[in-house]
């Protein structure tokens, strides 16, 4: 079993910044590639960022020059720093893992984190 534990969240005003964290728990060889959703009210959800295990980073377009994924391969965990942000980054934001397991890759998600930008 995997389970996944988010953190950090919650209010803040427009321009300002948050760090959500994500954390990855159970038996397991390794994670291959950490990552971050949002689904926005009455919206579908969407990929912000991802992190393969080499380091590599794909940012959406939306987000490009304020947010920074990184990870944390001996903790197991994933950071999203959230810098500048704007009313229209409000969401559920969501971790993802893709772990590889005895005999298989599974794909594991947080539980949300709500993030609401507003003055």
């Known amino acids: 079993q995997v389970q996944v534990v988010e953190s950090g969240g919650g209010l803040v005003q427009p321009g300002g910044s948050l760090r959500l964290s994500c954390a990855a728990s159970g038996s397991f060889f390794s994670i291959y590639t950490m990552g971050w959703y949002r689904q926005g009210p009455g919206k579908q959800r969407e990929l912000v960022a991802v992190i393969r295990s080499g380091g590599a980073t794909n940012y959406a377009d939306s987000v490009k020059g304020r947010f920074t994924i990184s990870r944390d391969n001996a903790k197991n965990t994933v950071y999203l720093q959230m810098n500048s942000l704007k009313p229209e980054d409000t969401a559920v934001y969501y971790c993802?893992?893709?772990?590889?397991?005895?005999?298989?890759?599974?794909?594991?998600w947080g539980q949300g984190t709500q993030v609401t930008v507003s003055s």
């Open positions: 993802n893992f893709v772990v590889h397991l005895p005999g298989t890759v599974s794909d594991y």
